[in-house]
């Protein structure tokens, strides 16, 4: 099946459509010896593909990892404001993995990236109520009340959110801690229902999704996930 040659240069892995529309610009891209032109399409089983004359190959590894995502970092393979990317904080023989679901700019914790499809695509479908627990730390007291709240539910523009955990909640000094575990993934659901309960949240990072921890990984770093730990996901993502 012929298919467009940025899309087919981004899905072996070496960089994004984009970057390999730009190799296409500049003549780095040859289909069967022949300098492609923007535009072209090609098949990934009958013709030679080169960047940089090196021929792509299709046979990458299924790979998912954990990373610790520090702040300062964005979830997305591009960004148009030139911020960090979460995969500058791998190393390119990795090839090419997408965040499963997002983590804000400001927060921190972990982060999924993975090359399975499926697995990226189940993890994140409501269906699944996967769940994803979440410290935060407020300025100002999670009372009592605040607390019964957020686990029962938060008014949203869209709408209720759905029943979730709170535990281990501690005060220091004008803040409090706690964990939050949800079963949906809105965007930016915990600030926003942290904002709705007049709780500002000054710091946020994801510790636990779907059985997996973060445990002691250290900020920036990564650890790919052994089948036993793939297995529990796969089965929580209901494939
Ligand atoms: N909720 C948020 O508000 N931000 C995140 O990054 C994740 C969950």
Redesign the pocket.
């Known amino acids: 099946m012929k298919e467009r040659l940025q899309k087919l240069i981004s899905r072996a892995g070496l960089m994004s459509r984009r970057q390999a529309e730009e190799k296409i610009r500049q003549g780095a891209v040859t289909v069967n010896r022949r300098i492609a032109e923007i535009g072209e399409s090609a098949d990934s089983q009958c013709d030679e593909i080169c960047v940089d004359g090196k021929p792509l190959r299709f046979d990458a590894k299924v790979l998912t990892l954990m990373l610790n995502k520090p702040t300062g970092y964005i979830c997305s393979m591009d960004d148009p404001q030139q911020r960090r990317l979460v995969g500058e904080l791998l190393p390119a023989d990795l090839g090419r993995l997408y965040p499963v679901g997002?983590?804000?700019y400001n927060?921190e914790g972990l982060l999924l990236l993975t090359n399975d499809g499926a697995l990226a695509q189940h993890l994140t479908h409501p269906r699944h109520h996967v769940p994803k627990t979440?410290l935060v730390k407020v300025r100002g007291c999670l009372s009592d009340a605040l607390r019964k709240k957020m686990e029962s539910g938060v008014r949203l523009d869209e709408g209720m959110t759905a029943p979730a955990r709170v535990e281990a909640v501690r005060r220091s000094g004008q803040n409090c801690w706690f964990e939050l575990t949800l079963r949906e993934g809105r965007n930016?659901?915990?600030?926003?229902m942290c904002e709705a309960l007049n709780l500002p949240v000054v710091r946020?990072k994801?510790i636990a999704l779907g059985g997996l921890r973060l445990d002691d990984l250290k900020s920036g770093m990564y650890r790919i996930l052994p089948e036993s730990e793939l297995a529990g996901l796969k089965k929580i993502a209901g494939l």
Request: charged fraction near 50%; charge should be positive.
């Open positions: 997002r983590l804000d927060t979440y930016r659901q915990v600030r926003r946020l994801r």
